[in-house]
């Protein structure tokens, strides 16, 4: 499956919760904070870092993508089209596909229990890491 490069600067949205999920993204280097949305709140979901996967379930289920992406430092990431995704996984066994996709789901419904509860992890990010500046900030870069 072929792909192409982005670099993106230190807190520059790579994509916003609610957008059309048309890329699947591999951190190639630099670390992206995942964020969704609950209670007017902004909550930290997932650190991605080298080697990382971004915007899998939406490509698998179709959806918009469920959370938002800021690069933490200056990054690079990989990105599949979601034609060539598509592609790539019509080729797969149907069992594959809707295991696949059934992992999703529970993902996601974790995802949205830790933001719903306002769950800081330290091997997402800590309170510290995350006040209520930054959250300030990264809701004004969201909504450019």
Not at 3 to 15: G, I, P, Y
Request: aromatic letters at 10%; one cysteine or more; glycine letters at 4%.
């Amino acid at each position: 499956m072929s792909s192409s490069s982005k670099f993106l600067q230190t807190h520059k949205v790579l994509f916003r919760e609610g957008d059309p999920a048309d890329q699947l993204f591999i951190v190639k280097s630099g670390q992206v904070l995942c964020l969704k949305a609950s209670k007017e709140r902004l909550i930290p979901v997932y650190l991605a870092k080298t080697g990382d996967i971004l915007g899998e379930s939406c490509m698998l289920a179709d959806a918009p993508y469920t959370y938002s992406a800021i690069a933490l430092t200056q990054t690079e990431v990989d990105f599949v089209e979601h034609s060539k995704f598509r592609e790539v996984l019509e080729g797969a066994p149907d069992w594959l596909v809707d295991l696949s996709i059934t992992m999703i789901s529970r993902f996601q419904n974790t995802a949205g229990l830790i933001a719903e509860n306002r769950v800081f992890h330290p091997s997402i990010i800590s309170d510290e890491d995350f006040p209520p500046q930054r959250e300030i900030e990264f809701k004004k870069l969201l909504s450019q």
